[in-house]
Structures are given as C-alpha cells and as structure tokens.
C-alpha cells in the first residue's frame, strides 16, 4: 500500500513538472509608496519636469579642500592591484583630479542630452531621454530603455547612444533606430532614494515600467547589465505583454539545474550541452572560486551593513574614488590585478572615471546605492523561480565577472533568440566597448523582426 502511494505521488510530481515548467508565470505588479512618510491621500504629481545638472564654487571648493587633506598608506612592494587600489597610483588619479579635472566641463558634457524628473511612487524619478537627430523615411523610432548598475550611472550609456539613435552617421545600419530612455535606480545619482526598507529590483522595475507609460510608450524594448539585467528582467516577468524584446549583458540564473552542473562541467562539459568557448570562459576550477571569493568581499559588505562603510564613502572623495574606480579596473579584466596602475587608461580616461565617481560624490548616493544589495539579497526573491517569456537576446563578454552559457540562459529565458559570443570586453559593457554592444543590439532587433 505505501508502494503504491509513494509510486502515486513520484508519478503526480512527474506529471506536474512536466505541465507546470514552462508554464507562462507572472510577477503581480501590486503598488508601493516608497517617499517619506505616509502616502498622501492626494494623485500624485505626474508631470514631467526638464532637469539640468548643475555646479557651484562652494561645491567644487569643498572637493579640493578634502583632497588636499588626503592621507594615504603606501602600498606593499610589488603588490600592484593585488590588494586593492594601489596608492602610488592613487595619488597621479588625486594630482588629476585636484589640478587638471575640470568637473564644470563635464558637468556641460552631461547636459548635452535632454534630462527630465517626475514623481513616481513618491519618488523624484531621474532619466534622459534622446530621441534620433534624424529618421530614415516612413520609420519611427523604437522605444529603448537602458538599465544601469553599480558602481555606475546613466552616463555609462552617453557613448553608446549615437550608435542606437544615430547608427548611419556612425557606421551602423539605419534599419533599426531608437529613442533611448535612460533612468537612475532610485538612489543612484539624480534619483531619490527610498525612505523606506524593502525597495529592491522589482519595485525598481514596477517604477521604469509606469515611466515608460507616463512617457507615451505602452510597448517598449529593454536592456541592461549588473543590476540593469536583473530590472529588465523583473519588468519582463511584471508586464511581459508591454516588453517587445529583453537585450542583457549579464544575466542572474539562481535556481536551474545547470548551475548545478558547474563542478561536474570542467569533466563532462559537453554532455551538460557547453561549448569549447563555453569551457575556456568557465574553468578552470580553481579559477572560478578563487575569482568568486576574491571578488565579492563588497557583496557581502553592502548586502549586510551598508551604512557603516557608506559613512566612511560619503566623507571621503578619494576613498570614495579608490572603492569605486578598483571595480573599473578588476571588472574590466582580471588580469589588470597583475598592472602598477589597474590598467584603468587601457579602456577609459580619467575624465569619464572621475565624471563617474562625481555622480556618487556630488549628490551624496553611495550609501543609498549600496542598500540596493541589502533590500536584494533576501532569501526567497519569487522572481528567481520565474522563467521570462519575452524574446531574449544576450552578449556573452568575455571578461565579465562570471561566464553565463547558452544553456544557463535558455533556461531561464526560453524564447532566446540570439547569443553572442562578444570578441573583447568586461562588465561595463556599454561603458568599454559602446559599438560592440550596440552592433548585437542591432542584430538581436534583425532576429525579433524576422521571426
């Protein structure tokens, strides 16, 4: 008898499975009030406001006031990146960013595209909002929205942009062209911060989807890397009927049985369906959980305490500097760890890091920034067990920080429809290599149109 009901229920489970896996879910889009306070009783203020960045004497006074009191340790012979951002060339970005930075230049660099805020959830919503220069004839641009995440901002889309809104002009096919959105996380940069405990990516996700319905666009495309993709997903999971098409750089695959797979992978790869890139980007072994432990101590702090290092962040310009600018480095590829000075100026210049860090520096946001990674590392997230049924396209950069096969991405996005292997490039794909990531963009809109 006890045969039979356990036969009963193992075939009952089989049976569920095999209706219930790639059943269509959705995350229920509910509401929220995130502004201090109780919610007004009042609508909310929806309109949309044009915003300028803006600098003053008293602000960049108070900067090199703090800079010219620095105090630095010097670093370990021949330590390099090994231990961190590296002092002796801390102090040529510090001599920079004090003598040569002009933050009122750059401040005119960030207003050449059109800023806007609107209340959203009692929150003051920060974005840009470019539209083509120009469109070829009977066309209409496709609606974009891209997905920053940290330690970066909205500007790490600033060099991409004219390949999506301006492809001909440069170099790129006219055959599909885009009005590129670009919003701040709620506590990141221009955007406000959350009053209250519990905001994390599909609140975030919940308030770029009523951004883009305030802004006319009821189906729209998304994109996004680090916290980016994890957003984009969310807003796919939320409205899947309103996203058109998904486009990431990195991709956050928790629960499926290939992740299972990663300590049998380096012996049985192909079986598990990977590919010799697959297994040249994966292993070896060591590597990977060397890298994994090596990595994620700034994961462990934020997702835990991240108030107690953000007091340190947000009084120190040059600390704030150093913590942020040696993800640039690392992230960009591991083997800058081996360089005197990060390899930083290999992929950027010191204008566009520091323009980075000023972003946090200038509006106080480190602190409300690294809370995303507490309000995020929860146990128990719904969305991880949630497939995305919207079409997928993903950019496999060699150097991100974990490699994410094809297999691992059809499992948790079934309606992949384009994965590429990119030639070169990191994490901050947008921000390094612009037209590799706009090229797949393009080509990943070519697949959608022609199925």
């Not at 005197?340 to 920034?369: A, C, N, P, Q």
């Not at 996005?413 to 070169?424: D, E, G, V």
Request: with cysteine; aromatic share 14%.
């Amino acid at each position: 008898m006890w045969l039979e009901i356990l036969l009963a229920l193992v075939l009952g489970f089989v049976i569920y499975w095999f209706v219930s896996k790639d059943k269509e879910e959705t995350l229920p889009l509910e509401d929220g009030w995130w502004g201090p306070g109780v919610r007004p009783t009042a609508g909310e203020d929806e309109s949309i406001r044009p915003f300028k960045v803006e600098t003053s004497d008293e602000e960049i006074n108070d900067l090199h006031q703090r800079i010219d009191k620095v105090r630095l340790t010097p670093p370990l012979e021949d330590s390099r990146f090994h231990y961190g951002f590296n002092s002796n060339y801390l102090k040529k970005v510090i001599s920079y960013w004090r003598n040569e930075f002009d933050w009122r230049k750059q401040v005119e660099n960030l207003n050449r595209y059109p800023h806007f805020k609107t209340k959203i959830e009692g929150l003051d919503i920060h974005f840009i909002h470019v539209k083509p220069p120009q469109l070829p004839s009977g066309q209409t641009p496709k609606p974009l929205l891209m997905v920053h995440g940290w330690p970066g901002s909205f500007y790490e889309f600033y060099k991409i942009i004219p390949f999506l809104t301006d492809p001909k002009n440069h170099g790129l096919s006219d055959e599909h062209v885009f009005e590129v959105i670009c919003p701040s996380i709620p506590g990141y940069g221009f955007s406000e911060a959350s009053s209250k405990k519990g905001f994390n990516s599909v609140a975030t996700a919940r308030i770029f989807y009523k951004l883009m319905l305030r802004l006319g666009f009821q189906q729209f495309y998304i994109q996004g890397g680090d916290w980016g993709a994890l957003i984009c997903t969310n807003m796919a999971q939320l409205v899947p009927s309103h996203v058109k098409g998904l486009h990431l750089n990195m991709a956050f695959i928790l629960r499926n049985f290939y992740t299972l797979t990663l300590l049998l992978g380096w012996r049985f790869g192909r079986l598990f369906g990977y590919t010799k890139r697959d297994m040249e980007l994966m292993y070896s072994l060591k590597k990977i959980f060397f890298n994994l432990v090596r990595e994620s101590g700034y994961l462990h702090i934020q997702s835990t305490k991240p108030d107690t290092v953000g007091c340190a962040l947000n009084d120190s310009p040059v600390g704030l500097a150093a913590y942020i600018l040696e993800k640039f480095s690392t992230w960009t590829n591991p083997e800058f760890r081996d360089l005197e000075d990060g390899g930083l100026e290999r992929k950027f210049s010191l204008d566009d890091l520091l323009t980075g860090v000023m972003l946090y520096w200038t509006t106080g946001t480190i602190t409300s920034s690294q809370r995303f990674y507490k309000e995020n590392m929860r146990l128990g997230n719904r969305h991880e067990g949630i497939k995305v049924h919207v079409p997928m396209g993903f950019a496999a950069f060699p150097c991100e920080l974990i490699h994410v096969p094809e297999k691992w991405v059809k499992s948790k996005y079934p309606k992949l429809i384009s994965y590429s292997y990119m030639p070169r490039g990191g994490h901050f794909a947008a921000f390094e290599e612009p037209e590799l990531l706009a090229q797949d963009i393009h080509k990943f809109m070519g697949l959608l149109e022609r199925q």
